[in-house]
């Protein structure tokens, strides 16, 4: 920290200029926006992109023949080339655009699994994953015959290696693991999760939904074979995702759904498929959201991001300063690696009842099983009250936080 001292400190009040939905009053409140793992803001700049894309160049990608069709595939192929230099992909033709990370999971599990799986076969997962990691991987492994295994979760929230490397052996295939939990913000080894599948002859899926909108990720020196995440937590629209994976894989996977822009030549004779990264985008895609996201990255690239994650942590370690000091709050993950997610509960009181009257207040939380509902199983509890934080969020917003948690608590307890 001392060679960063002549650093000037992030300023969060001044990037909180550049989201509009954050000047505004809630329930007579001003907004307190502390939901930042379901969905991000979008900054002025990634608004106005996809204003100008419906205003100015509206058409569909490819094989135009007039001037709006040049001008849309070109932002269209650029945003990609964006989001490749982003996360230091080797080549742009192994980011594939999908729906989400949810998609981007499916498709790997349908594509990879459909081809690849065989009875017998073991898939890991952790115990803390988002059901979208789950899930496919279950439906994938009861066609073929396959088996889903939990990956153990110690109490403090982190996963526990020593009983991963103890279910490695040759019959593992793939392993599915979140860098950062959404439930409890947890910050999983996943360099070290990628080298051990790699060493017992697996591939490793990593979703990054939590984790690309608070520091730079590098796929290349995760060296991971998959990467899955969000445009909405990413500072971009909804309805977006990014499926990175290494090309071997990718050019060796089938189609995962069929139509146009993903074939080459079709005949009733047969068809051939297109070439990376068309092969998996069927259908007309979300030109608008791609152009939007594009714009997110230049954004997030033009921050001080070292900043930004250095204003994040310390968020969070005043937000668990405040918890510990507040009577009747429990902390849920207390992991010594997090970022940006306070999960909690507050004695004697329903996360639903605390989430409505923080409302009230005009403060923005999730409460609930966050879509993790294993974990909250092996923690014994339903589901919890989560706080989450950006870089436009600031300490006063935590202060609020606590001010609002303790006129709830009056009502509640």
Not at 114 to 127: E, P, W
Not at 188 to 217: K, T
């Amino acid at each position: 920290m001392s060679e960063q001292s002549h650093t000037p400190a992030f300023d969060a009040e001044r990037v909180r200029a550049d989201f509009p939905i954050l000047q505004q009053q809630v329930n007579g409140h001003p907004l307190v926006y502390l939901d930042n793992a379901a969905t991000t803001q979008k900054p002025r700049a990634v608004i106005q992109a996809i204003v100008d894309y419906y205003e100015q160049d509206n058409s569909n990608v490819h094989r135009g023949a007039h001037a709006l069709a040049d001008r849309a595939t070109e932002k269209f192929e650029a945003a990609r080339v964006k989001v490749a230099d982003f996360i230091n992909a080797a080549q742009a033709r192994q980011v594939i655009w999908t729906r989400g990370t949810t998609e981007g999971v499916n498709l790997v599990a349908s594509s990879w699994g459909r081809s690849t799986l065989q009875a017998g076969d073991r898939i890991l997962v952790s115990a803390m994953e988002h059901h979208s990691n789950i899930v496919p991987w279950q439906l994938i492994a009861q066609e073929k015959g396959a088996t889903v295994e939990p990956i153990p979760v110690l109490d403090d929230g982190s996963i526990d290696l020593d009983a991963f490397a103890g279910l490695l052996d040759d019959r593992v295939r793939m392993v599915a693991c979140g860098h950062v939990s959404n439930a409890l913000g947890t910050v999983n080894p996943v360099q070290e999760i990628v080298r051990m599948a790699h060493a017992a002859g697996a591939l490793a899926l990593i979703d990054g939904a939590q984790a690309v909108s608070h520091w730079p990720v590098d796929v290349q020196a995760l060296d991971c074979d998959f990467y899955v995440f969000s445009s909405h937590k990413l500072f971009g629209p909804t309805g977006l995702g990014v499926l990175y994976g290494k090309e071997a894989l990718l050019e060796a996977m089938p189609p995962y759904q069929g139509g146009g822009e993903m074939i080459e030549t079709v005949s009733f004779a047969g068809t051939r498929f297109n070439q990376l990264p068309y092969k998996f985008e069927a259908g007309t895609p979300d030109i608008a959201g791609v152009i939007g996201l594009g714009t997110a990255v230049d954004y997030l690239q033009a921050l001080d991001r070292a900043g930004a994650a250095a204003h994040e942590a310390a968020l969070l370690a005043y937000a668990e300063e405040r918890a510990r000091a507040t009577p009747g709050i429990r902390l849920v993950g207390t992991a010594q690696q997090k970022t940006s997610v306070l999960s909690f509960l507050l004695e004697g009181a329903h996360p639903n009842d605390v989430g409505l009257l923080l409302d009230q207040q005009g403060v923005a939380v999730r409460t609930g099983n966050h879509c993790a509902q294993p974990i909250m199983e092996q923690f014994g509890i339903a589901g919890t009250v989560r706080a989450s934080f950006s870089f436009y969020n600031t300490r006063a917003d935590v202060d609020r936080l606590f001010e609002a948690l303790i006129k709830a608590r009056q009502f509640l307890v």
